[in-house]
């Protein structure tokens, strides 16, 4: 009996012990906070200016609520799903700072002649889509290239040839040129007699008939009576493009859809229904009255989309055409067309006038700017509306001074004789704080420039002074380096996409693809940016212009952190951070270590969009 009993008081002691010993994991784990997802033992790049590492990442419904090791976050944190990373990368999605995203899930869906080799693959491409349709129907498609083909440009008969029966416009690659056949023409009623438009060429032959090329705004002729695509071939349009986003880690997209408010209702139906799987910041036209383009703000207003998912930024115009077709606006003409200096799409007194009327109302605008004229031209205008805002703050600091202070954001202990122009340039050169520029002004406008290929050796600090950004696409200097220096000549092509040249100045870069001129892969815009080599041979040695070559962290900073400065959303996404939306994309090769050109054959393995996992490829789980 007596052993018995303190048997049962050996086991009843072991048992409170035991539960003594187990109280303190039981009350950590009560005591942790529970998260939506972990992403744990993992290499995290945050993309902030310090290229810190980190391990894991905690992710509460739609934000990011801790950043650290895989240690500190199991600690911290218990999920309802933990993906062990198994050392991969992770980054913050990618922002497209430059694509057309409607044309690009378009392109799917129509002929599709980039890569075309010859003039007769470009034909026989068009031939097959001509058999898949009837009589009098429409052939639409882009992506040719005649550079490819001896640089000698197509003309109606070529098309003619293989559809006699059928109306054809096709885009050149870049999108600035159409190459249209007979029956299109006439559809357009263009003949030896149409005009020329402003902004636009007919290409004629030696006896005045249109051949069938149409630079510029002249394609507008023909690509005006093409039927409209439907709804119903926009909604799939659309899907196939947030396919290719959710596979290839693109998160947020800063898109010129023309015509743009055709777009904007399918993304806000797509919005509804939980299927946009990128955030959309979108492009109103430049050349809208300001009537137009307000009245357009009013109306989006109206329907109280989410702003972080759905919102409408800068204003998109042209300024001249691109390189591959000369049809750039150039200071002296080319190098190999001594004849041609490209086509402006206005006057320099007209862009100026409709941007100093649209940044006093308080739009952020961007052109597109090729040619060392155009960027120019873009600068000036820029300049002019620079020169309004900042006199006007000065003329309001004199007459209502603590209002002027409180609207700038300022505080009311700077110097009396605090000069706002001074301030702001000595803030966009980053320099340090000295009299009477002791603040930082907030709203200041991020006017921006797309491409940016061709820039006059002083007209990159004009872009510092003036805070204008610089939004570029890298896997264009892979694409045109193999004609560029014959358009520029040996002394022009130095200042040729030099994005490395332009932060050196402390000029913001973010980076794009500009599909469907390109690609929509960032992993090939990023191994353009660390190699400035061909994607097939990885030609030359060493790079073109090696000195504009970037580090891979540079480069991913530019397509996430620099791109959410583009669209003013840097405190909401950009970096992996607490607090920041999390937007996130799990790398099947590190990128900060692999050789360059194992950056091509990298994939996103996860992509993460507003906290949840939206894409896992095929066998990563």
């Known amino acids: 009996m007596f052993l018995r009993t303190r048997l049962a008081l050996t086991l009843l002691l072991a048992t409170i012990c035991a539960a003594a010993a187990l109280a303190p994991a039981r009350a950590a784990r009560q005591s942790k906070q529970k998260v939506s997802l972990i992403l744990t033992n993992g290499k995290v790049f945050t993309a ?52 057309h995203f409607l044309g690009g899930g378009l392109s799917l869906l129509r002929v599709n002649l980039i890569g075309a080799q010859t003039l007769a693959e470009a034909k026989a491409r068009v031939a097959a889509r001509v058999k898949e349709l009837p009589a009098g129907a429409w052939v639409t498609g882009r992506g040719w ?39 299109a023409l006439q559809k357009g009623n263009v003949t030896r007699e149409t005009r020329d438009p402003q902004g636009g060429e007919i290409l004629r032959d030696a006896g005045g008939e249109p051949t069938g090329i149409l630079k510029e705004t002249a394609g507008n002729l023909v690509a005006n009576v093409v039927p409209a695509a439907t709804r119903e071939e926009m909604l799939e349009a659309l899907s196939r493009a947030l396919a290719e986003a959710r596979r290839y880690g693109l998160t947020s997209i800063q898109t010129n859809d023309v015509p743009s408010f055709e777009a904007t209702p399918l993304y806000r139906e797509l919005l509804k229904a939980d299927k946009l799987t990128v955030r959309v910041a979108e492009w109103q036209q430049f050349d809208r009255t300001v009537e137009e383009l307000k009245r357009e703000r009013a109306e989006f207003a109206s329907q109280k989309d989410e702003p972080l998912r759905l919102r409408l930024t800068a204003l998109k115009g042209y300024v001249d055409g691109t390189l591959g077709s000369r049809t750039a606006a150039m200071l002296a003409p080319f190098a190999d067309d001594p004849h041609n ?40 205008a820029y ?5 309004e805002l900042l006199s006007e703050l000065n003329r309001a600091l004199k007459q ?47 006017h921006r420039v797309e491409h940016a290929q061709v820039v006059a050796p002083t007209d990159f600090a004009r872009f510092r002074d003036l805070g204008v950004i610089a939004s570029m696409q890298p896997s ?37 693809t500009d599909w469907p001129v390109e690609p929509i892969n960032p992993y090939l815009g990023l191994y353009a ?62 990128l900060l270590t692999v050789p ?24 990563d789980k």
Request: proline letters at 5%.
């Open 341 to 380: 200096s490209g086509i402006p799409r206005m006057s320099p007194e007209q862009l100026t006038r409709m941007t100093v009327e649209r940044a006093r109302e308080g739009f952020q605008i961007t052109f597109h700017a090729i040619g060392d004229r155009a960027n120019r031209m873009a600068l000036d």
């Open 529 to 590: 940016a660390v190699t400035r080599q061909g994607a097939e041979d990885g030609a030359p040695e060493g790079g073109w212009w090696p000195e504009e070559r970037l580090s891979i962290e540079d480069a991913i900073r530019n397509y996430t952190a620099e791109s959410a400065y583009a669209s003013f959303e840097e405190k909401e996404k950009g970096q992996v951070a607490a607090g920041m939306l999390a937007d996130l994309v799990v790398h099947s090769r590190d």
């Open 48 to 99: 902030d200016a310090r290229g810190t590492l980190a391990e894991a990442v905690a992710v509460q419904g739609e934000r990011i609520v801790a950043v650290g090791t895989s240690r500190e976050i199991a600690a911290r944190y218990t999920a309802a799903r933990t993906i062990d990373l198994k050392g991969r990368l992770v980054t913050p999605g990618f922002n497209d700072a430059h694509i």
């Open 145 to 183: 290239d005649h550079t490819l083909w001896g640089g000698q440009w197509p003309t109606k008969r070529d098309l003619d040839e293989v559809a006699p029966d059928n109306p054809v416009i096709l885009q050149r690659v870049d999108g600035h040129v159409s190459w249209v056949n007979s029956l």
């Open 476 to 512: 264009h200097a892979i694409s045109d380096k193999r004609w560029a220096q014959d358009r520029l000549g040996e002394y022009r092509v130095l200042g040729a996409y030099s994005w490395h040249t332009f932060m050196a100045h402390g000029v913001h870069v973010p980076f794009g």
């Open 596 to 619: 360059p050109r194992e950056i091509l054959q990298t994939e996103a393995d996860i992509t993460v969009f507003n906290g949840r996992v939206v894409y896992e490829r095929k066998g």
């Open 383 to 387: 300049a002019a509306a620079d020169e």
């Open 400 to 446: 209502n001074r603590d209002e002027t202070l409180r609207r700038l954001g300022l505080p009311n202990t700077p110097s009396p004789d605090l000069d706002i122009r001074e301030t702001v340039l000595r803030q966009r050169r980053g320099e340090p704080c000295g009299a009477p520029a002791c603040v930082e002004i907030k709203g200041l406008p991020r």
